[in-house]
């Protein structure tokens, strides 16, 4: 079992920046593939970026790419997103999850196992 907690999220002003974290706890963390999504208001939870288990590869959704940079420290069990040039269409709960695996660097949350609570992301126009 995989304990997820982030952090960072708040308010900002399209252009600024924020960086959230996401602290595991329980199964082993740096043999995972992790995940960050967001989910807005009635809409579905979408991919944002995805990481390696060592932190060698990275896969981004196209309406971050070049603004948002996924990281992990996997001697602090946390992996990180760094937020960059926010736009309003960035508001939303974002959520961090453990794939569970480290095979496959999936942008389907159906295929991540562990989530956390998700931290609360507003961008003002």
């Known amino acids: 079992q995989v304990q997820l907690v982030e952090s960072g999220g708040g308010l900002v002003q399209a252009g600024g920046s924020l960086r959230l974290s996401c602290v595991a706890s329980g199964r082993t963390f740096s043999n995972q593939i992790m995940g960050w999504f967001r989910q807005a208001p009635g809409k579905e939870r979408e991919f944002v970026a995805v990481i390696s288990g060592s932190g060698g590869m990275t896969r981004y959704a196209d309406s971050v790419k070049g603004r948002f940079t996924i990281s992990r420290d996997n001697a602090k069990n946390t992996v990180y997103l760094q937020m960059n040039s926010l736009k309003p269409e960035d508001t939303a709960v974002y959520y961090c999850?453990?794939?569970?695996?480290?095979?496959?660097?999936?942008?389907?949350?159906?295929?991540?196992?562990?989530w956390g609570q998700g931290t609360q992301v507003t961008v003002s126009s």
């Open positions: 999850a453990g794939r569970g695996s480290s095979w496959t660097m999936t942008t389907n949350p159906e295929n991540y196992a562990y």
